[in-house]
Every structure is written in structure tokens, then in C-alpha cells.
């Protein structure tokens, strides 16, 4: 009886510590976040009072200075509006309320249309897209929402445009997977591979956290918000993906999207 009750108590602490170990976790998520939200509102915010104020205080004094006073006061609102929507829609897929409409899609017709369509803009974006050639010219099918995976797309493309080097490109493949979701299913993989200066092994499984990114001194804000990633792992996930990074082989950050085929 007395060894019993010792093992349940040791139960119960264990309980105890992995809840209080949660909770520590969740605080320190939390205070990351607001940091993060703090600093990245703080650049376009001090942009628009300054444009401001130049223009009320008749620094602004020719036309041609107003309008590059103004055009840099919209560019700042710009910025402002899309820290706002992806801090909604991060919020959003925290809480588990998204509701995804899915729908079935050959992966690699998707992606062969996508870079047809997509690449030259890409370009003029200073991004080259590549995509290598199926070994299979059968339908592979998933179940996901194209909108919403097209927003996976382009923000794991954004962030290799922003970090990938002084040439940025992006070889996207499409195959099959070893891993598979059971014994008798087959997983879709979607490789996005570029060659810039990458991150560090010890990093790569934090790019998906809020805020995250490589530079701890974040002087890089102008480069984005730093919830693309973690957007589009909250994405992936939602709609029964799998989301990882790993070392793209010669140098580069790979991330990999898997799917369950239909």
C-alpha cells in the first residue's frame, strides 16, 4: 500500500511539474509575442508621425517633397495594415477558428500553373522560381484549400526572396514521400529550396515560432513581420499537412510541406 500511494504521488508530481513547465512555456510565448508585436508597430508607426509632421510643420515645402511625404505616409500605412491582418490571422489559427474549405487538388498541376503564371513577377520581385521536372506525370492528389495554400506558398517564397542571399532562387519539387500517414496511405511532398546563406541546425525547428527569426538583434524588421512562417505552419497544419525546415544539401534552408494523398 505504501509503495502505491509513493507511485501516485510521484504521478501527481510529475503532473504538477509538466503543468507548471507549461504554463512557464505559454508565458514566455506570450511575452515573445508582445515584444514582437511591440517592435515591429514601432518602425512603420515612427515613419507616419515623422512624414506627418514634416508636412505640418512646412518642411514639406514643394509639391515634389508633399508627395514623397505622403507616399511614404501610405507605404507605412501599408505596412501597418498587413502586420494587423497576419496578427488576426495568427490569432485566429491559434484559437483553432479557421474553418478551411477544402477541396481536392493535383499538386502538380497546381504548381506547374503557379509558376507559369507567377515566375515573371517572382523575378521583378528579385526572386528566380524554378521548378524541377516530375518524375511522374500522374495526378497527385490532396485535400486542401487552395486560397489558403497559396498563402503557404507565398510566404515561405517571401521569406526566401528576403534571406536568400544577394541572388535569391527557389527550386520547388513535387514527389512522393517515404513517410507515410498509415500503413496504407501515401504522403505528398512539397520541397521549396533555396540557396542563401541558410540557419543553423540548432535553429531550423524554432522558424515556425511567432516573432522568430535568425538576427537577435531583429535590425531586420523592414524585411517583414516574422509571422509568415509560423502562419503558414498554423495553415499547414490546420488543414492536415505537415510543415519542417531542414538544410537544403550545398547551402540553403528546404522547407517541406507533406500531405496525405487522396
Not at 516573432?211 to 531586420?220: G, L, M, V
Amino acid at each position: 500500500e505504501s509503495g502505491g500511494t509513493c507511485r501516485r504521488l510521484d504521478d501527481r508530481g510529475r503532473g504538477v511539474r509538466a503543468a507548471r513547465e507549461e504554463r512557464e512555456r505559454y508565458e514566455r510565448n506570450r511575452k515573445e509575442l508582445l515584444a514582437g508585436i511591440s517592435h515591429d508597430l514601432r518602425t512603420p508607426l515612427t515613419a507616419l508621425r515623422g512624414y506627418a509632421s514634416g508636412i505640418l510643420d512646412g518642411i514639406a515645402r514643394t509639391e515634389e517633397k508633399r508627395t514623397h511625404y505622403v507616399t511614404q505616409i501610405y507605404r507605412s500605412s501599408e505596412i501597418l495594415q498587413h502586420l494587423v491582418e497576419n496578427l488576426f490571422l495568427f490569432s485566429k489559427l491559434d484559437l483553432g477558428r479557421v474553418a478551411f474549405n477544402q477541396a481536392t487538388v493535383d499538386l502538380r498541376a497546381y504548381f506547374a500553373d503557379f509558376v507559369a503564371e507567377r515566375a515573371p513577377w517572382y523575378e521583378d520581385q528579385g526572386l528566380a522560381l524554378h521548378l524541377e521536372p516530375f518524375d511522374d506525370t500522374e495526378p497527385l492528389l490532396v485535400r486542401l484549400e487552395p486560397q489558403e495554400f497559396q498563402r503557404v506558398v507565398e510566404n515561405i517564397l517571401g521569406n526566401s526572396r528576403k534571406y536568400g542571399g544577394e541572388q535569391p532562387s527557389v527550386d520547388i519539387s513535387i514527389g512522393e514521400g517515404e513517410e507515410k500517414e498509415d500503413a496504407s496511405g501515401r504522403t505528398a511532398v512539397v520541397r521549396f529550396a533555396d540557396h542563401g546563406p541558410g540557419v543553423p541546425e540548432a535553429e531550423l525547428g524554432k522558424l515556425f515560432e511567432s516573432f522568430y527569426r535568425t538576427d537577435k538583434a531583429r535590425s531586420e524588421t523592414q524585411k517583414g513581420s516574422g509571422l509568415g512562417l509560423a502562419i503558414a505552419r498554423g495553415v499547414v497544419t490546420g488543414m492536415g499537412g505537415r510543415i519542417h525546415a531542414e538544410a537544403t544539401p550545398g547551402g540553403g534552408l528546404t522547407i517541406v510541406t507533406a500531405w496525405p494523398v487522396s
